[in-house]
């Protein structure tokens, strides 16, 4: 019942990203995000009012198609509104940013309880301050709106690779988060020591993201998406020896950030090489991967470990990156065969 519960906002984003291109490019992009918001208030008042457990299917898979709007408008403005030669810098801060949300929005619930109503009025609340900006900012969709909107299956027949990089992290997120506790007790890690290394991995990503845009814009895209995704390897593979010794802290801070490293990298080639109505299209497309991640990453180590034991979790999360690093090396270490514009 949880599972299935869990899954419905994974296939609401997955569902919405076809239709976006065109609703953004129809509607605009401030008027879509006020009526998500909308849509987002409404169903988690829903949640807390609805008489039984029933009734949060549907609102979980409208609120996965509403979160999954917001997040693809978020980031095409992000990209859009970047230049390319701080794209990786601007891709690498907004990342960390979401970390930071991702991290906080677990701790509320010790500090709240589930009952009553503080919870969800401190989650609309949240929404309603996101949108304080649009208040202030003057949003342009010129750069959306062209006569030809950009096409999601049109970028996903384009962008394979590019779409799988950020498959790999969205995989690796939902397995990671799933099973590293329990990684860690079958290990013989007391389940409170586990749950805090998995915590301080965090701090890798709001740490670390920024200083591998700056990498990227200084460097080279190529060189550092081959860099993360080997390292993503390695230091995944080493957590069957470290698991046990003090090493396992900063393994995992190292681990968490260049496993996220190759989507900032990923971000930041879309940005580069897709403009205008494409990069909607490409948002809507990288937002789809995340409902990807959800839906079938535990399945598939769930399935590993019961076969092979529970090390088979970090070759698990080891196999994902080294699929990419294969496809990286057949495109010569673009993530993009070639540069498409307009």
């Known amino acids: 019942m949880i599972g299935a519960n869990t899954a419905m906002g994974p296939i609401g984003i997955l569902l919405a990203g076809p239709l976006l291109p065109r609703l953004i490019g129809n509607i605009g992009s401030r008027r879509i995000v006020y009526f998500v918001a909308i849509i987002l208030i409404v169903a988690l008042l829903a949640m807390k009012l609805a008489p039984s457990i ?36 601007i891709m690498g801060l907004y990342t960390s940013v979401l970390a930071v949300t991702f991290s906080v929005g677990p701790l509320i619930i010790p500090w709240t309880g589930i009952d009553g109503w503080t919870p969800w009025l401190i989650a609309i609340v949240c929404i309603l301050v996101a949108l304080l900006p649009l208040a202030f900012v003057k949003v342009s969709d010129d750069a959306f709106k062209q006569e030809k909107h950009g096409s999601f299956f049109r970028f996903v027949r384009r962008a394979p690779l590019l779409l799988f ?48 845009g700056w990498l990227a814009d200084h460097w080279s895209r190529r060189g550092v998406v081959i860099l993360t995704a080997c390292s993503t390897i390695v230091l995944s593979l080493s957590l069957i020896w470290l698991i046990n010794t003090p090493f396992i802290w900063i393994t995992v801070v190292l681990l968490s950030a260049s496993a996220f490293g190759v989507y900032v990298v990923a971000l930041t080639t879309m940005g580069d090489t897709f403009k ?67």
């Open 165 to 212: 990089a950020v498959c790999a992290a969205t995989l690796f997120d939902n397995v990671f988060i799933s099973f590293f506790t329990i990684f860690g007790l079958r290990n013989g890690v007391e389940l409170d020591v586990a749950s805090r290394i998995l915590g301080f991995g965090i701090i890798g990503n709001v740490v670390l993201f920024y200083p591998m």
């Open 276 to 342: 205008g109505p494409d990069v909607v299209a490409g948002s809507a497309a990288f937002a789809a991967m995340w409902g990807v991640g959800g839906l079938v990453g535990p399945p598939i180590a769930g399935i590993a470990i019961d076969t092979f034991g529970i090390n088979a979790m970090p070759v698990t999360l080891a196999s994902f990156y080294v699929i990419l690093l294969i496809g990286l090396i057949r495109n010569r270490g673009h993530l993009v065969r070639q540069p498409v514009h307009g």
């Open 54 to 89: 029933w009734w949060w299917f549907p609102l979980r898979l409208i609120f996965g198609i509403a979160a999954g709007t917001l997040f693809t408008v978020s980031e095409a403005w992000v990209l859009t509104f970047s230049s390319d030669g701080n794209r990786g810098r």
